[in-house]
C-alpha cells in the first residue's frame, strides 16, 4: 500500500506518534547542522513558533531541510489567551509559520 503526502516522511512520523511509539525534542539551532548529517531515530522536532516569525535567515533554511524528514509540533508562547486581547499581527504572523511548516501539532500557552 502507498500512502502519499505532502510531508511523507513525516506523515509516517505522525502516524507512529499516534500509536504511542515515537519520541521528539525541542530543535535548537546549535544542533541543525548534526541532525541534518546524522538523522537521528526521533518522531518529531518541537519548534517555538515565536523563533520563526521573520522572513527568512539561516532558522528557516534548516528548519526546511529538517521538516522534509521529521515530522513537526510548533508550540507557541507569544498569543496570551487567557490574558489581554489577541495581537492581530501576531495571529498573522503564526499564521505564516504554520501554513510554511504544516506541522502535525500545535499547541499554545494559555496565560
Known sequence: ?????????SWHAASACRTG??????????HFGQILDQRPS??????HAENYMGAGGPFHHYLSR??????????????SIG??????????RLATVLARYEPEWFSEHLA
Open 21 to 30: 511509539a515515537c519520541t521528539g525534542l525541542g530543535l535548537k539551532p546549535q
Open 1 to 9: 500500500m502507498t500512502v502519499s503526502s505532502h510531508h511523507s516522511p
Open 42 to 47: 526521533l518522531g518529531f522536532f518541537e519548534i
Open 66 to 79: 529538517i521538516r522534509e524528514h521529521y515530522a513537526l509540533s510548533v508550540h507557541g508562547v507569544g498569543l
Open 83 to 92: 490574558g489581554s486581547d489577541l495581537d492581530p499581527a501576531h495571529l498573522e
